[in-house]
């Protein structure tokens, strides 16, 4: 037989592999611990680009055909989230704050926004061209509040965005959140 060198070879490794594969199920157990093993693990820049080349070459997945699409509004939240007027309205609500809103840690401290910047830029028809005339509204004191790492968006813990997930966080979800998490830690 032929010895096999390079691609050809990892082409007959990975058949054979896949070959006696077949059939098999993960239990849940099994699939828990694997989604344990990669959490937060990020992917190789090689797998990114990979992922990416195959989604465009494919032409699923990206722009107006991704399920997520919402208009073109990321270029917006660039804007929105990096100028001066955030910045601004982050340091009134430290100044504000001080603490954490939930526990009243002073460490590792971040700025939630009570009604998210999605609901806000739908609701008011904001764009590109307009947003800084709704700085009072993207931009309202009122409309933050102070948490550490810990309730807001730590991974590991029952972080409110773990809990009530990452998008569309209300107001009342917050205030839900904040009477579960201070009647849990004082039974």
């Not at 989604?35 to 990979?50: M, N, Y």
């Not at 100044?95 to 806000?120: E, M, P, Y």
């Not at 972080?159 to 009647?183: A, C, M, P, W």
Request: a positive charge.
């Amino acid at each position: 037989m032929i010895e096999l060198y390079g691609e050809e070879k990892a082409t007959q490794i990975k058949n054979k592999l896949s070959n006696s594969l077949k059939g098999y199920i993960h239990t849940k157990e099994r699939n828990k611990k694997i989604s344990e093993s990669k959490k937060g693990k990020k992917r190789p820049q090689w797998v990114i680009d990979k992922l990416r080349n195959t989604m465009l070459k494919n032409g699923f997945g990206i722009g107006k055909k991704n399920n997520n699409w919402k208009g073109g509004i990321t270029d917006l939240f660039y804007l929105i989230t990096e100028s001066r007027f955030n910045d601004a309205w982050k340091y009134k609500i430290k100044k504000r704050d001080k603490v954490c809103a939930i526990c009243g840690s002073k460490k590792r401290l971040q700025v939630h926004h009570l009604r998210n910047l999605a609901t806000l830029i739908i609701e008011n028809k904001i764009n590109k061209d307009n947003w800084r005339d709704f700085r009072n509204v993207l931009f309202d004191i009122n409309n933050g509040v102070l948490l550490c790492y810990d309730h807001h968006n730590n991974p590991y813990t029952d972080s409110l965005h773990q809990v009530k997930g990452r998008k569309k966080t209300t107001k009342e979800d917050f205030y839900v959140y904040k009477y579960e998490i201070q009647n849990k830690c004082s039974v």
